[in-house]
């Protein structure tokens, strides 16, 4: 199997919400902090959102070095695009945020990853606290099999230590209507989750990445399996949930980091070539190779 495409299924896991706050959370708290990451001038940074700074990333499949000495800012409150030919890295740099890479055999990452000041790499960090704070929606919709519509949203909320019936049918609810979903599903939350078409099931996964309310929303390719009209609404969901949070996202669809992303960072045999706003990218790259990738003469 392809590490770069290969599909991760989240499973929750405990709902035991008697722990103590992770470290990740009981230092970043819920506001918006100042952090590393630089906001553009006259930006105003989203509720929920925190910037990535990656700095001299590089990461492993065994002995394949995968992406080498990547370095990225990911501006809070702003969409993020990776796009690059197939196995240039793209997939594999947003599992490395959330630090999903190393749960693959063999797999390793050394380099900084920074959420504002906080090293998610770091010896103190937990990981899944690292997991919570940044959603990850995959490239087909995986929505848990067993599981209601209500119960997909529900169990991300449990799993963060979220109590009380009232309050679990308002977050499902103001999830729902965040990931665009409510009004189509609001008279059926007790049928299966798998029942939706592909595109409400991909929204449905998008409402149980934020119902967490986490700080940065991965995607990786999230409307490769839809059609045309999916597609759309996605994006037009991407467009709205900026506000409130820091995307990045991989996409093979040129159209679409011209769409939704204010900025667009090109990579190339693991290695970042070249970012830069997104109409820039698209109208003016400095480097040959961005121009040769977007006009289509290769990738």
Same mark, same amino acid.
């Given at each position: 199997?392809?590490?770069?495409?290969?599909?991760?299924?989240?499973?929750?896991?405990?709902?035991?919400?008697?722990?103590?706050?992770?470290?990740?959370?009981?230092?970043?708290?819920?506001?918006?902090?100042?952090?590393?990451?630089?906001?553009?001038?006259?930006?105003?940074?989203?509720?929920?959102?925190?910037?990535?700074?990656?700095?001299?990333?590089?990461?492993?499949?065994?002995?394949?070095?995968?992406?080498?000495?990547?370095?990225?800012?990911?501006?809070?409150?702003?969409?993020?695009?990776?796009?690059?030919?197939?196995?240039?890295?793209?997939?594999?740099?947003?599992?490395?945020?959330?630090?999903?890479?190393?749960?693959?055999?063999?797999?390793?990452?050394?380099?900084?990853?920074?959420?504002?000041?906080?090293?998610?790499?770091?010896?103190?960090?937990?990981?899944?606290?690292?997991?919570?704070?940044?959603?990850?929606?995959?490239?087909?919709?995986? /929505?848990?099999? #067993?599981?209601? +519509?209500? @119960?997909? *949203?529900?169990?991300?909320? %449990?799993?963060?230590?979220?109590?009380?019936?009232?309050?679990?049918?308002?977050?499902?609810?103001?999830?729902?209507?965040?990931?665009?979903?409510?009004?189509?599903?609001?008279?059926?939350?007790?049928?299966?989750?798998?029942?939706?078409?592909?595109?409400?099931?991909?929204?449905?996964?998008?409402?149980?990445?934020?119902?967490?309310?986490?700080?940065?929303?991965?995607?990786?390719?999230?409307?490769?399996?839809?059609? /045309?009209?999916? #597609?759309?609404? +996605?994006? @037009?969901? *991407?467009?709205?949930?900026? %506000?409130?949070?820091?995307?990045?996202?991989?996409?093979?669809?040129?159209?679409?980091?011209?769409?939704?992303?204010?900025?667009?960072?090109?990579?190339?045999?693991?290695?970042?070539?070249?970012?830069?706003?997104?109409?820039?990218?698209?109208?003016?790259?400095?480097?040959?190779?961005?121009?040769?990738?977007?006009?289509?003469?290769?990738?």
């Amino acid at each position: 199997m392809n590490p770069e495409t290969e599909n991760v299924t989240e499973i929750p896991e405990s709902t035991d919400s008697s722990s103590s706050p992770s470290p990740i959370r009981s230092t970043l708290g819920g506001a918006t902090q100042d952090g590393a990451t630089a906001t553009v001038a006259g930006e105003t940074p989203a509720s929920h959102a925190k910037g990535i700074t990656i700095t001299g990333l590089n990461a492993w499949y065994g002995s394949q070095h995968s992406v080498r000495d990547f370095t990225l800012p990911v501006a809070r409150g702003q969409v993020t695009a990776l796009i690059g030919p197939s196995g240039s890295g793209k997939s594999t740099v947003v599992r490395c945020i959330n630090r999903m890479h190393e749960e693959i055999p063999g797999a390793r990452a050394e380099g900084s990853v920074m959420l504002d000041d906080v090293d998610l790499y770091g010896s103190s960090v937990d990981v899944v606290a690292v997991r919570r704070a940044i959603g990850m929606v995959f490239q087909k919709p995986n /929505p848990f099999p #067993t599981f209601s +519509i209500f @119960d997909n *949203v529900a169990a991300g909320i %449990k799993l963060a230590g979220g109590k009380g019936e009232g309050n679990m049918r308002d977050r499902v609810e103001k999830s729902l209507r965040g990931a665009a979903l409510w009004d189509e599903v609001k008279d059926r939350l007790g049928e299966p989750g798998i029942g939706l078409s592909g595109g409400q099931q991909q929204r449905l996964c998008i409402a149980r990445a934020i119902a967490v309310e986490p700080d940065v929303i991965l995607m990786d390719e999230p409307c490769s399996a839809l059609d /045309p009209g999916a #597609t759309l609404k +996605i994006e @037009d969901l *991407v467009h709205e949930l900026k %506000k409130d949070y820091t995307i990045a996202i991989v996409t093979h669809n040129m159209q679409q980091a011209a769409r939704v992303a204010d900025t667009t960072c090109f990579m190339l045999d693991g290695q970042l070539v070249e970012h830069a706003p997104t109409e820039k990218i698209f109208s003016n790259p400095d480097d040959s190779r961005t121009e040769e990738y977007v006009t289509g003469k290769f990738g």
